[in-house]
């Protein structure tokens, strides 16, 4: 189950006390009454408490309350979150309070913010039950390939429709006024449309792990082919010189490329078929020092390593040594007073007595932080002389052992014998190069390619570009027809005409003409009215489809002043004599349309923040509470904490 909003509290900057509102957690919820009472800016503290990385909440607002809080429940667990606003002028904060558990009630007073914000929207997230799959692209990035995942704010724009987006032509939902952020959010929907599932991004993950396999085996193929043409002439010439030299008794000559490569692998090491007076293996000599010279490398390694340290640690003594001369300059601090006043800055909440015992404190630690170096750099010391001394065994045995070589040569009284012996040994290392170079070419069987060719085909059928399209496609068509349906209970100038979600531009779109294919966007059909009601067809069609999918994004809808189309904030409105005429019918079929989507078994919970009092039952028995006189959403007391009265959602 995905989560809902409990409930949302503000804090009181002067006091520390906490005001709280409620809300049914199933259903439709309204707040109604007169404007300038703030309703308008709980849209705003919701989503500034989602981890927004602005804070819209008006001024008049952040006058009298320092902390905003949420508390989301998801039916098993609650998670309460808490932002302090910034003041006039400064930057918005970096760091979150959050908590969860069984229940979770706010804070009595401001809490302290710990978690960082990067952090606390993983938290959120994970809360949410978005999965981590990376899928989201990022122009800025200088990685075209590199993908992140989404997170909390990937889907806040299906959650809110604030008073300047619901009669907006040009913009469907908010916070996509930038380019990069509408991609991004485009990039998250077929996820939050259970189209890339995580048991569908791991199969796409096996896919393009065999893709790559497949173009191995290709290119291998590839170069077998290539290395078949050219390399069987200097294999076959190597073979020739292998029997020459008598390192090749008795073989036969090859058939193909497969065999000659078999035979010239089978070489011997020594030179086991000269006369015994020239019997001479050089592979000994050469065999010791390449050993010798492996560990001279290795050894040379740890003394770069140990000199690397060393280099640091003189580096940190240096640095260390300067922190204990300024440490030291205590001494020049003002005598200490019996007032509790700081001698450097005149703070009255700290002693200088405890200033004193802290930096003696510091002294004391940063003196034994000098000592343990010292000690590790004389062991270090130590162990480099150690290394040294191995460097030069080592080199010393990979001259002996060449000394031996050469000593074994001229052993060798005649020059013939000791040119064949040179003759083999160059001969082994043309054969080994050679038979290194060709083995690409021995191709993985047949039946292996064949399996992955089966299980790409399946995977590309499952979770492909063309299958994930065509399931986007599905979702989309299954979604535009719900919004089609609601054209007709819904006062639109194309009742009945095909209505969809544009998923590229995530803009709504209408097919108003049966013999034109162009579909219409919303910003070239006229009318506030249209537009209103367009929006709300769009987001209860693509809510209808979260829930029916059990989507993660929020089962939460909040919408402010849908009645504005039709009736201005200034017209006066009366609890006690609500209208029903006919220019009240529109906004009523709306607010019928709301009820019985949040009334539904799988419904979403559902907050309209109205001046309008409509006279439908739909309306009245939703009404959660009423703003007016000096009741709102903040206690009237608190409106003499600042010169700025009354408070709405535009700060005025």
Known sequence: MSWRLHSIAIYRRRTGERHTLEFRTDGLNIITGESGRGKSALIRIVDYCLLSDVCDVPKGIRTRVSHVGVRLTNGESQLAIVRALPEEGADVPSTVYMLERRETPFPSQPPKTEWTKDFAKDKLSAFTQIAALPIITNDLDSDAEKRYPPNIRHCTPFLFQPQNIIDNPEQLFPGLDHSFRKRAVADALPYFLRITTEAEFTKVRELRALRVRRNQIDRERKEQERLGLQGWERGRSLWSQAVALELLPGRPEPGDLGELIRILSAIPSGAEALPPAANVDLTEFEAEEETARMNMNLVRAQLDDIDRFLTVSEQSHETTAQQLTRLRFKDLLPEPTDAPICPLCGDGHVQADQIEQTLRHTVVALEATQSAPTRLRSHLETERESLR?????????????????????????????????????????????????????????????????????????????????????????????????????????????????????????????????????????????????????????????????????????????????????????????????????????????????????????????????LKAESFKRNVLDRWTGAKGLLPSEWLADAEEQPVDGNGS
């Open 389 to 613: 001394q191995q460097l030069q065994t080592h080199s010393r045995k990979a001259s002996d052992a060449r000394a031996r070589r050469e000593a074994a040569l001229r052993d060798i009284a005649h020059p013939t014998l000791r040119g064949q012996v040179v003759a083999r040994a160059e001969l082994r290392g043309r054969v080994k190069e050679y038979v290194a170079a060709m083995r690409p070419s021995l191709a993985p069987p047949d039946s292996e390619y064949d399996e992955l060719v089966r299980r790409i085909k399946e995977l590309e059928e499952s979770v492909g570009v063309e299958a994930t399209a065509s399931k986007l496609s599905q979702a989309l068509t299954k979604i535009s027809h719900t919004m089609t349906d609601l054209t007709e209970r819904i006062n639109v100038e194309y009742r009945g005409a095909p209505t969809r979600l544009n998923v590229n531009t995530l803009q709504v779109e209408v097919n108003d003409s049966p013999s034109d294919k162009r579909w219409t966007p919303l910003r070239e059909i006229g009318s506030a009215a249209n537009w209103v009601g367009y929006h709300v067809i769009s987001v209860v069609g693509l809510h209808t489809y979260f829930r029916e999918h059990d989507s993660p994004v929020p089962a939460l809808i909040m919408i402010d002043q849908p009645s504005q189309a039709w009736f201005p904030p200034e017209v006066e409105w009366s609890p006690e004599n609500p209208r029903e005429d006919a220019e009240t019918r529109p906004i009523t079929k709306i607010v019928d349309v709301l009820a019985e989507f949040a009334e539904a078994p799988k419904g979403p919970q559902i907050i309209i923040l109205e001046h309008a009092e």
